[in-house]
Structure formats: C-alpha cells, structure tokens
C-alpha cells in the first residue's frame, strides 16, 4: 500500500498562484519558461497516479491467481516496482518543494526589490538537480520494468517447454510422434503482463515530461544569463556618460587636479 505524503497538485500552491498572477501583471519575459516546467512536473504527477492505479490492477491480478512459479515471479515483481514507485513520489514530492520554495523567494523578492526581481527568475529556482534526480529514477524503473516483463515471458517459456516434455511422453507411449517445439509464450503471459506494460507506457511517458521539463529549465536560464540586470544597465550607462564627459574637448585638467 502507498502510504507517503502527497501534497495538493502543484498548480493549485497559494505561492505558485500569486506569483504567476505576479508575472502575467507585469508581462514577465521568464513566465512562459516558468510555466512551462510547472505543467511538465503537473503531467508527472498524473503519470505517476497512473502508474499507482496500475500496481493496484497487479495486486488484484495477483491475489486471483494459483500458486505457482508465474505467481511467484509476479510476486517478486510487485514488490520491486512498489519499492521503485514510492521512490519516485518521493523524489516528486521534493520537486514540488523545490518549485514552491522558488515562488516563496522570488515573491519575497518583488515585495523588497519590486520589478527588477522578476527579470532574473531563474536564479531562484534550484530545479535541476530534482528534475535530474527524477528522470534518474525513472529510468530505473523502467528497465526493472523491462526485466519484469522478460522474467514473466521466460516463466511461461519454461512452462509450456515441461508442458512439451509430458505431452510427448504421454505420445510417446501412445506410439505418437514427439513435439518439436514449445509454443510461444501465450494468453497466461500476456494477461499477466499487461498491468506491467501499461506501468512501463505511464513511466515512459513521465521520463518524457521530465525530459521536457529540463529543456525549458535550460532556456530560462540562458534567457537569464542574456538578459543584463537593470542595476547593471544603469551602472554601465553611467561609465559611458562618465567617460565622454572626461574625455571632452576643451577641459581643464589642470583646474580639475588643483
């Protein structure tokens, strides 16, 4: 069972509103960007709510099946991806704090410092390292995925190839001529690992919102790093003015040095 914290969507913190309401009043150039990464860490967590109800249809599926080795495998299974799935909420959960943490700063930054605050937003926000994290983890759990599903393909391999060896014995003493191979993996494989696949679609899918999410982290902070701060407009402006003002023709150096 899921147990750990889950907090409200991201889009609906009180500091995520305000400070885009903040942005969109002022026509903040980095609100598009922001926005963007915000709905990509959004569609994460719906991935992951999927992926939650989908080890839901595995716990069900299993508690109906017969004891035996596919069973077990299963068993195994769900276990892991239980494991790898609260991992990955965790890791969102620390996303999502991270992004609600962004917003407080910056906020309490317009309140002190007014407009100039919000040209250089992406210093505010520490996501890399959690949205790295995430897909990180995600890719675990896909290729555990992968390995779950190739376990529960060799399982019913195996079966049907002690399922061939009795059939033959038993033509064998009927003067019947053998079976020469086994059949593929059939219907038993399929039903068991479609919960497993729809697992792997869910998380493939949220490694791709991540992804995504890391490309306009990337573009807010170049945006940033282009955009001069007007503290340092106006600084280099007055040199300019300082400089010509120096060098203009008919001054008195002397009397400026008496």
Do not use: W
């Not at 992004?99 to 700063?105: D, F």
């Not at 999410?213 to 503290?231: D, F, G, M, T, V």
């Amino acid at each position: 069972m899921m147990s750990k914290r889950k907090s409200p969507p991201l889009m609906e913190h009180p500091q995520v509103k305000e400070l885009l309401a903040v942005m969109e009043q002022h026509h903040t150039d980095a609100m598009k960007d922001l926005l963007d990464v915000m709905g990509y860490v959004g569609e994460v967590e719906k991935q992951l709510d999927g992926a939650v109800k989908e080890l839901a249809a595995m716990r069900k599926q299993l508690a109906d099946m017969k004891q035996g080795p596919m069973k077990k495998a299963m068993q195994n299974a769900v276990i892991t991806m239980q494991d790898k799935v609260l991992t990955l909420r965790e890791r969102l959960e620390a996303l999502k704090d991270s992004v609600v943490e962004g917003c407080k700063n910056l906020l309490t930054a317009f309140k002190e410092k007014g407009v100039q605050a919000l040209s250089n937003a992406a210093r505010f926000f520490k996501l890399r390292p959690a949205l790295e994290s995430m897909r990180d983890g995600l890719n675990e759990s896909i290729k555990a995925n992968d390995r779950t599903i190739a376990k529960i393909e060799a399982v019913s391999a195996e079966y049907h190839e002690a399922g061939r060896h009795i059939k033959n014995a038993g033509r064998a003493l009927v003067g019947k001529e053998a079976v020469a191979e086994a059949k593929a993996p059939g219907r038993l494989a399929k039903a068991v690992s479609a919960p497993f696949r729809a697992e792997r679609a869910s998380l493939l899918s949220a490694r791709k919102s991540v992804e995504n999410a890391l490309e306009r982290l990337a573009h807010l902070e170049k945006s940033a790093q282009r955009r001069p701060s007007i503290r340092k407009t106006m600084q280099h402006y007055q040199d300019k003015i300082d400089q010509a003002q120096k060098s203009a023709p008919g001054r008195d150096t002397r009397r400026d040095e008496r």
